[in-house]
């Protein structure tokens, strides 16, 4: 079984190739081979958070293979009544947190408050971490933070603990917020594995195993950023790694599926 903890329904920064309706979303997946995605709205990130929402609350009822996190912004205070449709609603299984592009820092008072509000309704939170040179809202020590102290939920680090490259030496990614993520070894943080450098230079994923080993890791893909390609280019990165089958399966299912009582009736 393969579940995609990360995608995004709509268009993403208004890219006419980062671009997915529902159902072409739910078709890309099954496509790929991945059985279930879970999936946020665009428009939730970048517009109107609650119009967003909706979206999603209609996605997943629609379709079977997809799933929803609700997405809550300081700045749109009526967000915060959609952590109400998690557990209510069956499908939703948790909410997406983006500093970055929300535009407040995740170690703020304001950071920190919302995440308070948004463990006292879901254990499970998807954040961006803070992944291009110049962007530092969500990093992976205050995501260490927050975890540590909120160990009831799973917090997932989006985008491999804001793996990056360093525009001035193309050729070296940094892997500092692995290296972070790994000295914290905290058993409710996951890492998941929603970057372009996986399959952009040989090596990648295997340094990224590693560092942090396969029980951190949760398979995700960002789609539909790169388009539904990345599904198969980040499959491939993971299938040749020299694992054995079952710690694969970790990374595609089983880390996720531990963390969430629901996703047991996965079949």
Same mark, same amino acid.
């Given at each position: 079984?393969k579940?995609?903890?990360?995608?995004?329904?709509?268009?993403?920064?208004?890219? &006419? =190739?980062?671009?997915?309706?529902?159902?072409?979303?739910?078709e890309?997946? !099954?496509?790929?081979?991945? @059985?279930?995605?879970?999936?946020?709205?665009?428009m939730?990130?970048?517009? $109107?958070t609650?119009?967003?929402?909706?979206?999603?609350l209609?996605?997943?009822?629609?379709?079977?293979? *997809?799933?929803?996190?609700?997405?809550?912004? &300081?700045?749109?205070?009526?967000?915060?009544r959609?952590? $109400?449709? /998690?557990?209510?609603? #069956?499908?939703?299984?948790?909410?997406?947190?983006? +500093?970055?592009?929300?535009?407040? $820092?995740?170690?703020?008072?304001?950071?920190?408050?919302?995440?308070? #509000?948004?463990?006292?309704?879901?254990s499970l /939170?998807?954040?961006?971490?803070?992944?291009?040179?110049?962007?530092?809202?969500?990093?992976?020590?205050? *995501?260490?933070?927050?975890?540590?102290?909120?160990?009831?939920?799973?917090?997932?680090?989006a985008?491999?603990?804001?793996?990056? !490259? =360093? +525009?001035?030496?193309p050729?070296?990614?940094?892997y %500092?917020?692995?290296?972070?993520?790994? !000295?914290?070894n905290? &058993?409710?943080? *996951?890492? $998941?594995?929603?970057?372009?450098?996986?399959?952009?230079? &040989?090596?990648?994923?295997?340094? /990224?195993?590693?560092?942090?080993? +396969? @029980?951190?890791?949760?398979?995700?893909?960002?789609?539909?950023i790169?388009? @539904?390609?990345?599904?198969?280019?980040?499959?491939?990165?993971?299938?040749?790694?020299?694992?054995?089958?079952?710690?694969?399966?970790?990374?595609?299912?089983?880390?996720?599926?531990? %963390?969430?009582q629901? *996703?047991?009736?996965?079949?």
């Amino acid at each position: 079984m393969k579940i995609d903890v990360h995608g995004h329904i709509g268009s993403v920064n208004l890219h &006419p =190739n980062w671009t997915a309706n529902a159902k072409q979303v739910s078709e890309m997946t !099954q496509k790929a081979g991945v @059985d279930h995605c879970f999936v946020s709205s665009a428009m939730s990130i970048m517009y $109107d958070t609650c119009q967003g929402n909706d979206e999603v609350l209609e996605a997943v009822r629609e379709f079977d293979n *997809l799933w929803g996190y609700m997405v809550v912004n &300081p700045f749109f205070p009526e967000s915060f009544r959609y952590l $109400d449709f /998690i557990g209510k609603e #069956r499908k939703i299984v948790g909410c997406k947190i983006h +500093p970055d592009y929300h535009g407040y $820092d995740l170690s703020s008072p304001m950071g920190k408050d919302l995440v308070r #509000r948004v463990v006292d309704h879901t254990s499970l /939170i998807l954040f961006h971490t803070s992944c291009m040179a110049g962007t530092g809202f969500s990093r992976i020590g205050t *995501l260490g933070e927050l975890a540590s102290k909120y160990s009831q939920a799973t917090f997932i680090s989006a985008h491999l603990a804001g793996l990056y !490259q =360093n +525009p001035l030496y193309p050729y070296y990614i940094n892997y %500092s917020g692995l290296e972070e993520a790994a !000295q914290m070894n905290l &058993p409710n943080l *996951l890492i $998941d594995t929603s970057s372009f450098w996986i399959y952009a230079y &040989p090596g990648v994923m295997k340094r /990224i195993v590693e560092l942090v080993g +396969p @029980d951190k890791l949760v398979f995700g893909t960002d789609i539909p950023i790169q388009s @539904d390609m990345q599904i198969r280019f980040k499959i491939i990165a993971i299938d040749s790694l020299e694992l054995p089958q079952s710690d694969k399966e970790k990374i595609y299912s089983k880390n996720i599926r531990k %963390s969430l009582q629901i *996703l047991k009736e996965f079949k």
